[in-house]
């Protein structure tokens, strides 16, 4: 099945420095998502970005699907961007979604 | 719009228990996922649900079911708990289906089995 990696797994900045996580996937896909894991668990949408670049605020996504990744920009970060961020896509037969590792993002005040 | 609600949000059993746990999709969306998330396996498809019918299932025992009413509302059960089970359980809601339309996630329900 498809495989999606994301990197780094763990990241310390502090408040007010840019960043930008990383998303591979093994396959090529249609559909691809960024969520923010918040510290009660739940799952906020940020992008829905099968391809090209959307923007939201601070936040900001890329996906190449041709080439098989996805990055998104978090700039001027404060304590509440804290968390975990994963992407998902679609497994090969587009019935669910495979999430990848996750990004621990840690901002200091 | 209301979004996606899950109950109970929190839940402590026992070894040998079963539970249910509910989700309400958004109004509208007809398909229905579950997840179980825990920290050494991370993320993991259960099964999907779309017009009372199970179209897709993860690799998870038998002891994992769960059923999709005709209002889209979706219930999953476990029985016979075991302690690897504690973990949180996420439901998602899309439109027609995961893999082509934004899938929203509900807030939740924690399981702790004892």
């Known amino acids: 099945g498809i495989q999606v990696e994301q990197s780094p797994p763990d990241l310390i900045l502090q408040e007010g420095a840019n960043s930008t996580l990383r998303c591979n996937f093994s396959?090529?896909?249609?559909?691809l998502q960024w969520f923010h894991q918040n510290p009660w668990g739940q799952l906020i949408n940020l992008f829905y970005i099968p391809s090209g670049t959307k923007q939201n605020g601070r936040l900001s996504a890329t996906t190449v699907a041709t080439e098989r990744y996805s990055l998104l920009y978090i700039s001027s970060s404060q304590t509440t961007d804290s968390g975990v961020y994963f992407c998902?896509?679609?497994?090969?037969?587009?019935?669910?979604?495979?999430f990848g590792p996750g990004t621990r993002l840690s901002v200091l005040p | 719009k209301a979004g996606v609600t899950q109950t109970p949000r929190y839940l402590i059993k026992t070894r040998g228990q079963q539970v249910t746990l509910s989700c309400s999709p958004i109004s509208g969306h007809r398909s229905v996922s579950w997840y179980q998330q825990t920290p050494g396996q991370g993320l993991q498809f259960l099964f999907e649900y779309f017009s009372e019918t199970q179209r897709n299932k993860g690799n998870f025992p038998g002891r994992f079911s769960g059923r999709q009413f005709s209002n889209s509302r979706s219930e999953m059960n476990v029985s016979t708990l075991e302690l690897g089970d504690s973990a949180l359980y996420l439901c998602?809601?899309?439109?027609?289906?995961?893999?082509?339309?934004?899938?929203?996630f509900g807030p939740g329900t924690r399981l702790t089995v004892t």
């Open positions: 998602a809601s899309s439109l027609l289906a995961p893999g082509s339309d934004e899938q929203y």
């Open positions: 998902a896509v679609p497994d090969n037969y587009g019935q669910n979604f495979v």
């Open positions: 396959d090529s896909v249609n559909n």
